[in-house]
Nanobody, 124 residues
Framework: VQLQASGGGLVQAGGSLRPSCAASGHTFSTYAMGWFRQPSGKEREFVAAISWGGKSTYYADSFKGRFTISRNNAKNTVYLQMNSLKPEDTAVYYC??????????????????WGQGTLVTVSS
């Protein structure tokens, strides 16, 4: 599976953005998907995950209520709707794929598949 993230950009605090991640291959619907982010100079952190069929989602506590993960298997795409953005949300956002939904929050770079990242900048 090859992943291509896009949809990042510059937004003012309080605004919204919806990065997307397009997957190549015919097996996208068999993978659980996740979003991670890495602020400059900091460790990468888990944001959200969604099961292969989209029925189950899981969020890190910091993002519950503000971010929503979704997917469209017909378009081989996963999305991250981000609302009420804050300057501290500025980061490179990465998508990832793993056959095991429960493994996504603790995924490392050596596990599963990763996209190249898209930069989100939130101005104050």
């Amino acid at each position: 599976v090859q992943l291509q993230a896009s949809g990042g950009g510059l937004v003012q605090a309080g605004g919204s953005l919806r990065p997307s991640c397009a997957a190549s291959g015919h097996t996208f619907s068999t993978y659980a998907m996740g979003w991670f982010r890495q602020p400059s100079g900091k460790e990468r952190e888990f944001v959200a995950a969604i099961s292969w069929g989209g029925k189950s989602t899981y969020y890190a506590d910091s993002f519950k209520g503000r971010f929503t993960i979704s997917r469209n298997n017909a378009k081989n795409t996963v999305y991250l709707q981000m609302n009420s953005l804050k300057p501290e949300d500025t980061a490179v956002y990465y998508c990832a794929a793993n056959v095991d939904f429960r493994s996504i929050p603790t995924m490392t770079s050596e596990r599963g598949y990763w996209g190249q990242g898209t930069l989100v900048t939130v101005s104050s």
